[in-house]
């Protein structure tokens, strides 16, 4: 099993970034898929989330109508569309895959929101 983050890096407010999570070792498809951050000091947060089908989706109210969660069952990969990126956007972004007691996380990639 394996989750693999890319996309983060260096960006200015109210910039944007596309976060992605290429998965392999496991049947995508069934698996609810989630975006979680944390930042130094602070507890993990979820920040989005989306079902196996990407039919439904959820957002944390810091991140509503700026973040876009989607997916590619195809491709095994979800995807973290990131815009009007703010310094408290700052964090390490973690994948997280979910199907019943089966639970397993990326290794991150950081985003860093600075001028």
């Known amino acids: 099993v394996q989750l693999v983050e890319s996309g983060g890096g260096l960006v200015q407010p109210g910039g944007s970034l596309r976060l992605s999570c290429a998965a392999s070792g496991f049947t995508f498809s069934v698996y609810a898929m989630s975006w979680f951050r944390q930042a130094p000091g602070q507890e993990r947060e979820l920040v989005a989330a989306i079902t196996s089908a990407g039919g439904s989706t959820n957002y944390a109210d810091a991140v509503k109508g700026r973040f876009t969660v989607s997916r590619d069952n195809a491709k095994k990969t979800v995807y973290l569309q990131m815009n009007s990126l703010k310094p408290e956007d700052t964090a390490g972004y973690y994948c997280?895959?979910?199907?019943?007691?089966?639970?397993?996380w990326g290794q991150g990639t950081q985003v860093t929101v600075s001028s």
């Open positions: 997280n895959a979910r199907y019943g007691v089966n639970d397993h």
